[in-house]
């Protein structure tokens, strides 16, 4: 089982930009490709940022691509998320988890959520206008 825990959200301007993180309990991030989900108020939980386990493929959700970046330092097993020129619809609990792969599927990504397990408790991530 992976334990994750995500920080750095908080209250901001729109415009203003944001860096989460996301500590891995896991030794490495080995056999694991990581992303990025967050829920709205509401809302269902949604795609935003994936990062494969090797190769260093990312997706992002339309709604972001432009103003997100998706990171992971292996060596501190840190996964982060700078997320620029924040919009009200970006208000959020953001989440990050894992999804276990194969050297097969090493290099891919998905954007669904079920194929993700053992998710954090989130961060709040709140845009005031």
């Known amino acids: 089982q992976v334990q994750l825990v995500e920080s750095g959200g908080g209250v901001v301007q729109v415009g203003d930009s944001l860096r989460l993180s996301c500590t891995v309990s896991a030794r490495t991030f080995e056999g694991y490709q990581t992303a990025w989900f967050r829920q709205p108020p509401g809302k269902e939980r949604e795609f935003v940022a994936a990062i494969s386990w090797l190769g260093g493929m990312v997706n992002y959700a339309d709604s972001v691509d432009g103003r997100a970046t998706i990171r992971k330092n292996s060596s501190t097993n840190l996964l982060t998320l700078q997320m620029n020129d924040l919009q009200p619809e970006d208000t959020a609990v953001y989440l990050c988890?894992?999804?276990?792969?194969?050297?097969?599927?090493?290099?891919?990504?998905?954007?669904?959520?079920?194929?993700?397990?053992?998710w954090g408790q989130g961060t709040q991530v709140t845009v005031s206008s």
């Open positions: 988890a894992p999804r276990p792969v194969t050297i097969a599927t090493s290099r891919t990504t998905s954007s669904r959520a079920w194929d993700y397990v053992d």
